[in-house]
């Protein structure tokens, strides 16, 4: 399973910046640990990937667009069924345990990784799917921290294999939202369906535009070959946990803003009715909102300029959408800011913003292949020398959604 996708992976990446763990051999200390931990061979691996978003971003909890990628990091969870109801979790990144009976899947205060595995029992159960108890052994390379989804891909990859495993067939995309339900209404974090959708459904080489009110999805071809051009992400350190940053109290004054200008959700308001309330409105209401708007109507013309693979256009969008994320929503940080003001600056760097919620975390950055060493020398250098921190950068190759297979 999945082995020629990750070979064809590793083959694409062995040039430009530090990338991939090599999977392969991931693949293999995942199956050995976990013979090692349970005495007998999984039966199945199930793998999906984390995202980088392009464009789109606090857009999605409000019925708006999102055009994430999914990126060849993953997480990856080799499974057998269990002893009757009971659950046995290794980490083996972590090389940390858990274990628990079907009928009492308690949440835990700051549970980590563990909430999440716990989440997708509880959503799959609750939702009536009869799961096994089941051995599961995780492991993963997707930067944790980093805005690039690596809770989404656990949720995703966890569900993949218990599904599977109770011999179910359930559709990717309901998968996708039992996942989302995992993650806000067990792990407490109110994230929108992005990353789920693209640890989910993504295709190799296209990005994923989500209308994340009627949950339909269209594949956009990324036309990185032709133009021989990289997205890279770009890790500022300062790592952040949603469910440790205002992600929520942006979602509580998005849903105010839209009580403001009586719709359903801001996506549903436009720039007159924005006009026509500014004076009545708060003024951070006002700023929240008029990013949700603004941010729509960027994700259409980025779709469509990469229909047109017309990727100037794409990246003064990102810049945009970068500016309006600092002054309007306020998930920037100074960090972030340094990160895409020296890639503006740079020679052959199409376009930069930050890349998930913000609060820290990584930009996105559409790079010429010629010019990477370029990129090196005159962002992720200065960048360091001037915040003390240890940036990494990671060039993301568009990757395919969930993949399960038998061992
Ligand atoms: C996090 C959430 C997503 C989305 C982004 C911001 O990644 O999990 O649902 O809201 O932040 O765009």
């Keep these: 399973m999945g082995v020629l996708r990750l070979a064809q992976s590793l083959a694409r990446v062995g040039r430009g910046l530090?990338?991939?763990?090599?999977?392969?051999?991931?693949?293999?200390?995942?199956?050995?640990?976990?013979?090692?931990?349970?005495?007998?061979?999984?039966?199945?691996?199930?793998?999906?990937?984390?995202?980088?978003?392009?464009?789109?971003?606090?857009?999605?909890?409000?019925?708006?667009?999102?055009?994430?990628?999914?990126?060849?990091?993953?997480?990856?969870?080799?499974?057998?069924?269990?002893?009757?109801?009971?659950?046995?979790?290794?980490?083996?990144?972590?090389?940390?345990?858990?274990?628990?009976?079907?009928?009492d899947i308690?949440?835990?205060?700051?549970?980590?990784?563990?909430?999440?595995?716990?989440?997708?029992?509880?959503a799959l159960q609750d939702a009536g799917c009869e799961i096994p108890?089941?051995?599961?052994?995780?492991?993963?390379?997707?930067?944790?921290?980093?805005?690039?989804?690596?809770?989404?891909?656990?949720?995703?990859?966890?569900?993949?294999?218990?599904?599977?495993?109770?011999?179910?067939?359930?559709?990717?995309?309901?998968?996708?939202?039992?996942?989302?339900?995992?993650e806000n209404d067990f792990a407490g974090v109110q994230s929108g369906i992005m990353d789920q959708f693209a640890a989910a459904l993504s295709q190799p080489a296209q990005a994923l535009f989500i209308d994340c009110r009627s949950l339909e999805v269209e594949y956009v071809p990324l036309p990185l070959e032709q133009e021989a051009v990289d997205i890279v992400a770009v890790d500022s350190g300062v790592a952040r946990r949603l469910g440790d940053t205002p992600y929520n109290e942006r979602r509580r004054e998005c849903a105010e803003a839209a009580k403001f200008l009586a719709v359903a959700s801001v996506t549903d308001a436009n720039w007159e009715m924005l006009a026509a309330a500014r004076p009545s409105?708060?003024?951070?209401?006002?700023?929240?909102?008029?990013?949700?708007?603004?941010?729509?109507?960027?994700v259409r013309e980025a779709a469509d300029s990469l229909r047109r693979a017309d990727l100037t256009t794409l990246g003064a969008l990102l810049r945009a959408s970068h500016e309006s994320l600092r002054d309007d929503f306020e998930v920037s940080t100074p960090e972030l800011d340094l990160l895409v003001e020296l890639a503006w600056s740079t020679e052959g760097v199409i376009?930069?913003?930050?890349?998930?919620a913000g609060f820290g975390g990584c930009t996105v950055n559409l790079v010429h292949r010629a010019a990477l060493s370029?990129?090196?020398?005159?962002?992720?250098?200065?960048?360091?020398?001037?915040?003390?921190?240890?940036?990494?950068?990671?060039?993301?190759?568009?990757?395919?959604?969930?993949?399960?297979?038998?061992?």
């Design 351 to 356: 376009g930069a913003r930050l890349t998930g």
């Design 281 to 298: 409105l708060p003024e951070r209401l006002f700023r929240r909102a008029r990013h949700v708007i603004s941010e729509n109507k960027r």
């Design 133 to 182: 108890g089941a051995d599961l052994a995780i492991t993963g390379d997707v930067p944790q921290g980093a805005g690039l989804s690596s809770s989404a891909a656990l949720e995703v990859a966890v569900a993949g294999a218990l599904t599977a495993l109770s011999g179910r067939e359930v559709a990717r995309r309901d998968l996708a939202l039992l996942c989302r339900r995992a």
């Design 106 to 122: 308690a949440c835990i205060r700051n549970g980590g990784w563990r909430s999440y595995v716990r989440g997708v029992f509880w």
């Design 18 to 103: 530090p990338i991939l763990a090599a999977m392969s051999a991931s693949r293999e200390r995942l199956l050995s640990a976990f013979r090692k931990e349970f005495g007998r061979q999984p039966a199945l691996v199930a793998e999906a990937p984390g995202r980088i978003n392009l464009i789109g971003e606090h857009t999605d909890y409000n019925d708006g667009l999102v055009l994430p990628v999914a990126i060849d990091r993953t997480v990856a969870v080799a499974a057998a069924p269990g002893d009757g109801r009971y659950l046995r979790v290794l980490a083996l990144d972590y090389n940390e345990r858990d274990e628990f009976t079907l009928d």
């Design 374 to 407: 370029r990129f090196d020398r005159d962002v992720l250098l200065p960048y360091r020398e001037q915040t003390g921190l240890s940036a990494a950068s990671y060039a993301c190759r568009p990757a395919a959604g969930l993949t399960v297979g038998h061992v």
